[in-house]
């Protein structure tokens, strides 16, 4: 089955730091992943989509499909990057396309 | 446009009560989607519409569960009666393609004593 994992739920840096929050998946076909980012106070939002190799907000991901992960990664954490960071999986199935999400990480950057 | 609008925003109930969550879409978004959130599970698809029908509703949790989109802009889902397990942010989102990027709304926290 398709799925996503986020093995760490709460991460906490020091402003300065470089941060990875770990996404791993499971997929038979060729996979299409993004990371959700949810603010203190501000709706759930998509930060960035494999797809298109930018860098948003200072973070890249990488998709690696011989270890099936897609780490999201930034060398110098702000004490801004502070929320919940969701990894997505587009999850085609014999019922229709829809985004699996993984368990999510609540990163905390301290100053 | 406003975004996706859900409302309540929080509710607070006794078991046994029914609970209606509402979501108005991004107007011209054909895809609309309902999740719910815990600590535990993290954001679990419950449901998702395209056109106003019913695609996937496999996440649902059980016949407690209902939801309805009588219209474009307008969802409800509906859980009757209501367990303090239910217990959960509720969010709604739409998107414009099925695998696109998707429009959350502000959620609406339920807590069923």
């Known amino acids: 089955a398709q799925r996503v994992t986020q093995p760490e739920k709460l991460l906490s840096v020091f402003k300065g730091a470089p941060v990875e929050l770990k996404c791993n998946y499971s997929?038979?076909?060729?996979?299409?992943l993004f990371w959700y980012v949810q603010y203190s106070r501000q709706r759930l939002q998509l930060l960035l989509r494999?797809?298109s190799r930018e860098s948003i907000k200072g973070f890249t991901a990488d998709l690696n499909k011989g270890e099936t992960s897609f780490h999201l990664k930034k060398p110098f954490a702000q004490e801004e990057d502070s929320a919940m960071y969701y990894c997505a999986l587009v999850n085609r199935e014999t019922s229709g396309s829809r985004l699996t999400f993984g368990e999510g990480t609540q990163l905390t950057v301290n100053p | 446009d406003a975004g996706v609008i859900q409302s309540p925003r929080h509710e607070v109930t006794e078991m046994g009560q029914e609970v209606t969550l509402r979501c108005k879409p991004i107007s011209g978004h054909d895809y609309l989607f309902w999740y719910r959130q815990t600590m535990m599970r993290g954001l679990e698809l419950l449901i998702y519409f395209n056109n106003n029908v019913p695609i996937d509703d496999s996440g649902m949790p059980e016949d407690r569960f209902s939801a309805k989109m009588p219209n474009a802009s307008f969802s409800t889902l509906k859980i009757q009666p209501s367990e303090p397990r239910d217990s959960a942010v509720y969010f709604c989102?739409?998107?414009?393609?099925?695998?696109?990027?998707?429009?959350f709304g502000e959620g609406s926290r339920l807590t069923v004593l």
């Open positions: 997929y038979s076909g060729s996979p299409e």
């Open positions: 494999h797809i």
């Open positions: 989102a739409s998107s414009l393609r099925v695998a696109g990027e998707l429009f």
